[in-house]
């Protein structure tokens, strides 16, 4: 039996009917930008997310651009990003002309080394840092890091693309953040039928030049008191956004029930997952096995692959040493931590609504992969 490594429609009964006949009256209407469905997404999130205002945008990379922008950084400005993320992590500071310098990761969790930080901080005086919930929960160090951030007066930005549904302490993980972003691509942990993203805040005046800046600077319809791009989200996927809302309970504890299978099963397969630190409640975007050789992860991955079980591996080297890295960078701080654990780095199969069956096979081919290696 073959396993893929996502599989996004597994919808629900009646979804894809109940998407129909949204997006029929709609198109009837010709409802296309704003309107009802994307202050109604807004308004939902708000409080899903933690955040006193959620401006929705095109898309994550979007995000990350329009709250670096809100928050006046540019041109002459150092920006820490971490050596392992999505590119649009440093992608977004340089399209905002500052320049970004990389920062080596804890492997105990995949954030930022709170030591890289501490050393960039003092080196390099950056205008701003930018951290990556990755995986499904944020780093153990999360409430130092901002503390340290907001010490050095240093503004700190959290891109939460992986991260909807996280709790920490029992709430969401954003919610003490002081601007951060999220994507909705379709793939990430809510997910729209194309491109989505937003920016989460809890200050009015950000909110508000975001929400500026998002829609061409404007302060009137043909009145500019800024120049910003179009960055809006479109009103077929606000309303595909809110009809997932109507399932998002479920499936996330769906992603959490596998997440918590593998947790249960692997580690007496020899296999050595990474941890969300105790403080939270993962979301289930992603399984982290970690190998110390590559070459057996390497190995697995083959019987995986001869077994038609699909994998991943995220992700599967720096930012630091990518050939689009070196004409913009300030350059790397800390160690290599991050390439060991890109090195290391297998996910298996973790999407909503997996069957039982699906993971007992996934487990039972990894079992034999690890017999045999
Ligand atoms: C997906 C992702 C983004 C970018 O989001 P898009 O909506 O694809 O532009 C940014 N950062 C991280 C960590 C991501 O996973």
Aim: aromatic residues 8%.
């Amino acid at each position: 039996m073959k396993v893929p490594f996502i599989d996004i429609k597994r919808y629900e009964p009646g979804f894809v009917d109940a998407v129909t006949a949204k997006f029929g009256e709609m198109v009837t209407n010709a409802q296309f930008m704003g309107g009802d469905e994307v202050s109604l997404l807004e308004q939902k999130l708000a409080p899903l997310m933690g955040a006193g205002f959620v401006v929705s945008c095109a898309n994550g990379t979007d995000a990350l651009q329009l709250a670096l922008r809100a928050l006046g950084v540019g041109r002459g400005d150092t920006v820490l990003v971490p050596d392992v993320t999505f590119w649009a992590t440093f992608e977004a500071v340089v399209n905002v002309g500052a320049t970004p310098a990389t920062l080596d990761v804890d492997l105990a969790d995949g954030g930022i080394s709170v030591a890289a930080l501490r050393q960039a901080l003092a080196d390099l005086s950056p205008t701003a840092v930018i951290i990556a919930h990755l995986y499904g929960w944020a780093s153990a160090h999360l409430l130092d890091i901002r503390n340290i951030c907001k010490q050095a007066g240093v503004h700190l930005i959290e891109d939460g693309a992986q991260c909807f549904g996280t709790l920490i302490d029992s709430r969401p993980v954003l919610e003490g953040a002081l601007i951060s972003t999220t994507s909705f691509y379709p793939a990430k942990v809510l997910g729209g039928a194309g491109d989505g993203g937003a920016v989460l805040t809890n200050d009015a005046g950000l909110a508000e030049k975001v929400r500026q800046l998002a829609n061409h600077g404007r302060t009137s319809h043909y009145g500019y008191g800024e120049v910003g791009w179009n960055s809006r989200l479109d009103s077929l996927q606000a309303a595909f956004l809110n009809l997932s809302l109507g399932h998002f309970e479920a499936r996330l504890a769906s992603r959490r029930r596998s997440a918590r299978y593998y947790r249960d099963t692997l580690p007496a397969l020899g296999i050595q997952l990474m941890d969300a630190p105790a403080q939270y409640a993962e979301n289930g975007y992603c399984n982290v096995c970690l190998f110390d050789d590559e070459q057996l992860r390497k190995r697995v991955q083959l019987r995986l692959s001869e077994e038609g079980i699909g994998f991943g591996n995220i992700y599967p080297g720096v930012i630091s040493t990518q050939a689009g890295a070196a004409q913009y960078t300030r350059g790397h701080v800390g160690g290599t931590a991050g390439k060991k654990l890109c090195a290391g780095v297998l996910n298996l199969p973790l999407f909503a609504y997996m069957t039982d069956i699906e993971l007992e096979r996934v487990t039972a081919v990894v079992a034999q992969a690890m017999a045999t290696a």
